[in-house]
């Protein structure tokens, strides 16, 4: 199914159920997609029963009422092309013996039979009943489903690893989906995805000479062969929903738009200003904000032209613009939802696996000693996630003086991507936090650490900058699971040269697989 389809098919949905919470509207698409659905004549196949694993009864009525009435307007239009004579001459190649028998090597997906006979009866019963396997349930079911598809096709590659992969999820997606807290983690199936084909290579490995799989290149990729050019476009619009704004505002002119820039310039000074006319100023101003962004005005001078788009109260603004989504209220919301259940995690399974994780959970315990609090647990959060992934602290941190100045920090040891300056000897003895960007400064006064973190994370997307492989998967666990920007396509890690990459860093998705099951755990 191309683009320009998916999405007359979801505008056919949203015209019948306009009130479909995004992530059901989501599902739903892949539930038609898995059951064959190629574009919207395809709809008066469709049976209630189909969409019940997704929509409660009263809208999948209504849906299949909709659309039964729709094709039957259709109908005579449908018989008189069937009728003609460029028709008939389709059908009689239709029925020709060497295209009725013959299968394409590509084909298989669309005929491959998910073996549910073949699975265990625990494991059905745990489907059957909307509870998640256990992780040894769940190998077992990949076991089983690699086997027949290598029966089908003897390398199976990503893609059809994905198209499987839907089809599991969509049948039972109460179990099967990617899910931490009730939130629906990229389309649901990518942890699936990654188990699938790590089965196959796992099958393959001790059946390929290894002169030969070196030389071996498939010929359907990860992502989209797409030149370094668009990519880096790609990679800046990642996760926006108004990264360019074509036309300015029609109540707005170049005089209005310098008219309020200057304004907030004059702001900026005070100490006593409005946050609601500057909230309402920065809104008004996203345009020329994004034109100055995307043109590559350097960043001295975005921050004397634009001071309040480094501070929390324009940053918030500006990325609520951007992304549609409420940078410091979704991440506290999701810390809530899911930052305990992580951190028992961190504490038990992830520590009792490795030494590295048990260490970093012995030394935060004794740096933050007797403190409480949610800005704590989100220090422990961000410093056990940096551990899980072994990614290293300092491309995160830089640890200054208390009573240090933003004059004072020795900027040449600064990182260029952005950077949480902690004033103190550790997150948790620290009162105050500064932002660094590209070696400068660019806010000296951040109060508190669930701000800092924000702003850090929020200067990303409103600045165009990518994620450092060095952090890459710690920045997009938090973007996933705690900012809820999940993209269908791409990725916002810089990417080597003729470096396949992944839409979901995989390293990521054994995480929230793990979450996944915690809950679950000792259910089936």
Known sequence: MDDAEQINIRSAITKVLPDLPASILDILVETLQSLGVETTEDFHFIQETDLLSTLRPIQARRLVAAWKQTTQTNEGHSQAALSSPSSSTCSSVSLSPSSTHWITPADWVNDFQIPWTKFPEDLMQCLERGKRPSPRLRREMVRIVVTEMMKACASPSTKASTEVAKKITAKYPRSLQDVIAGDVVGLGYHSLVKQLQARIENVKRSSTPRIKKRKQVSDEYDTDEIPAEQRAAMQDTYG???????????????????????????????????????????????????????????????????????????????????????????????????????LDLMRTMCANKSKRILQAVTKLEILRGQLEGCSEDVKDMVLLLLSYFDEKEENLFHYVEQTCLAKEVQV?????????????????????????????????????????????????????????????????????????????????????????????????????????????????
């Open 240 to 342: 926006c929903i108004k990264w360019e704004m074509k036309y300015m505002p029609l109540s707005e002119t170049p005089e209005s738009q310098q008219q309020k820039k200057d304004k907030m310039k004059a702001l900026s000074e005070q100490t006593n200003f409005s946050p609601g006319e500057v909230e309402t100023l920065m809104k008004c101003t996203y345009y020329s904000q994004r034109k100055e962004i995307n043109q590559g005005t350097d960043l001295q001078s975005l921050m004397e032209e634009w001071p309040f788009l480094f501070q929390e109260i324009g940053m918030t603004v500006h990325f609520q613009e951007l992304t549609g989504i409420s940078l410091k209220e979704t991440f506290l919301t999701n810390v809530e939802k899911k930052g305990k259940r992580l």
């Open 412 to 524: 040449e040891s600064l990182p260029v991507t952005p950077c949480i300056i902690v004033c103190g000897t550790s997150c948790y003895a620290s009162r105050q936090f500064m932002l660094s960007v590209d070696g400068k400064v660019v806010n000296d006064h951040i109060p508190n650490f669930i701000s800092a973190i924000c702003l850090m994370f929020g200067t990303y997307y409103c600045l165009n900058i990518h994620y450092p492989v060095g952090l890459g998967s710690t920045l997009e666990f938090l973007q996933r699971c705690f900012f809820m920007i999940n993209p269908e396509r791409g990725t916002k890690v810089e990417t080597k040269k003729n470096k396949k990459q992944l839409t979901v860093n995989p390293r990521v998705l054994t995480l929230i697989a793990d979450l996944s099951d915690q809950d679950w755990r000792g259910t089936c």
